[in-house]
């Protein structure tokens, strides 16, 4: 599937699931970011007054994370001038996510990538981060109840990163904490939600084999 018939399909999702709950994420069966806008695994359409730049900074050490098993894990590997890489972690209702965009800036090969500035907005990362709760399937897509995205200060490191199916990835999170966000449905554009929760996740490494995309 291209990126423009993704992007067809995802409208059509939003407007016939948008009235069921605001938040929305597809499956990790296709590439979640467009080369114009950003990602567009979330669709809520709302705004807050807020600015991503008013977030709180938290040093790695400072978070007292809860161990992250998960259930499954999917990966794939979309080939093309604009290469990207999906990961997927289901825990239950808690699904992370982990999305590699050399387009935007994201990594080539291996690295460890603070998760600072511009990878804390899903508009702008090269290498996102998101975690997703009250997650469900339904149908050829899912919805999820709330999206988190990193507070600075984690990192995220790749061990191995390589570009073809059947390849290794691999690497491992710091501790990280979430906050709450919306994302834009029209600008992707990243929203700290006043108020809103926090989840603090412990180290979590992960070794896959890429599947195609």
Known sequence: MTRVQYLFL??????ACGSEKDDQSQDADQAGKNAEHGNANDGDGSHDDM????????AASDIDGTPFEPDSIESFFYAGEEPVWVLT???GETWLYIENYPSFGGADGPETRALDD???????CG???LLKTG???HGDHSHCETTFMPEAGSSLTFDELESEVGGDW???LSPIRFI???????TYETTPVSGGEQIELDTWSFEVVLQEG
């Open 10 to 15: 995802l409208a059509g999702l939003m407007t």
């Open 51 to 58: 600015d991503t730049g008013d977030q709180d900074t938290g």
């Open 89 to 91: 972690a289901k825990e």
């Open 118 to 124: 511009i990878e804390l907005s899903y508009a702008t």
């Open 127 to 129: 290498v996102c981060v």
């Open 135 to 137: 997650c469900q399937p």
């Open 170 to 172: 691999s690497g491992s």
């Open 180 to 186: 709450e966000v919306s994302i834009d449905g029209s």
